[in-house]
């Protein structure tokens, strides 16, 4: 991964920048699964968002260090 990305004049880790954006589809995602009802189905909610905090974080980090692999420009 990357070291830092650039985001409006500001460098930021890769890591964080992943982080906030797992975080984020994470709140996304649990409203969805509430609505849907998934949640009675899982053993323990909150294991369960951990795991997917973890999943959505190595592929946002997967997609930022890819973007920076194929040159793309990562300055908004």
């Given at each position: ?52 905090f ?23």
């Amino acid at each position: 991964m990357i070291g830092e990305v650039h985001i409006l004049g500001l460098y930021a880790p890769a890591s964080l920048v992943a982080a906030i954006a797992g975080g984020v589809l994470v709140l996304l995602a649990r409203q969805i699964f509430l609505r849907v009802g998934l949640y009675r189905r899982v053993w323990h909610p909150g294991l369960f968002d951990l795991a997917l905090f973890i999943v959505l974080w190595a592929a946002a980090g997967g997609v930022i260090d890819h973007l920076h692999s194929n040159r793309m420009v990562l300055s908004w």
